[in-house]
């Protein structure tokens, strides 16, 4: 669905970047793949991925709340006419605790992934996608940002803060040619979740129809749909993939 387009997808060493950066590719995407760290066996990995479907898969490193080496690396990346049609905002860290328990450090921290730096990083990709009159951006964001159950004055709430960012940026470049949206996860089989303590889980686990994880595929399918000329009028929305709720 996607031969003949370039997507640049952030935080894509594990979990629902990997598989977001396989679906792209198998889908006949160049994929530009974020990390924040360089290691052999990720160059590796893009490059046996790439050689597999035929397209190009371009590893970048940089840590996303380093704005200068942020913006470096994107300056590098246009200046070598790399067409950005689609950008995939992923890179996120979580957290779970009650309000009362966590330090504003640690919530202005979250907020500085999940939100600032990723706010950033899409200021400077849009100018080049308006420029071009085109592009496509999904944000990942959470059902905890939906529902906002008690432990999610960190995570929960960027993620509503993303979802809201969502929604007013289509309104602002659905006109010019971007469409913007969002797709909300419930618990997805990652190395994030494992990390979870086991009473959050299993709440997650009960209100969810299917009673499982969702696969981070599942997950990066969607991406690529809502990326792609088949959701060529959705523009604004998001997307829960979550199972159905009980």
Known sequence: ??????????????????????????NGADVVAHARRDTPDFREWCA?????????????????????????????LISSKVPVDILVNNAGVAHGCLFQMTGMA??????????????????FLLRYMLRRGQGSIINLGSVLGLDMPAGSCAYGLSKAAVMAFTRTLASECGPLGVRVNAVAPGL??????????RKAEES???????????????????????????????????????????
């Not at 907020?111 to 706010?119: K, R, S, V």
């Not at 009028?233 to 709720?245: A, T, V, Y």
């Open 48 to 76: 046996a991925l790439a050689s597999e479907h035929g397209v190009t898969v371009t590893p970048v490193f940089f840590d996303l709340t380093d704005s200068e080496a942020m913006k470096t690396a994107l300056r590098s």
């Open 188 to 197: 997805v089989a990652t190395e994030m979740a494992d990390q979870m303590e």
């Open 1 to 26: 669905m996607l031969e003949g387009k370039t997507a640049f997808i952030t935080g894509t060493n594990r979990g629902i970047g990997k598989a977001l950066v396989t679906e792209f590719a198998r």
């Open 106 to 123: 640690r919530i202005r921290e979250i907020f500085d992934i999940n939100l600032f730096a990723m706010m950033e990083l899409t200021q």
């Open 204 to 246: 997650m686990m009960a209100q969810c129809a299917m009673k499982r994880r969702a696969l981070p595929e599942e997950v990066a399918r969607t991406v690529v749909f809502l990326a792609s000329e088949e959701a060529s009028f959705i523009n604004g929305q998001i997307l829960r993939i979550d199972g159905g709720k009980v």
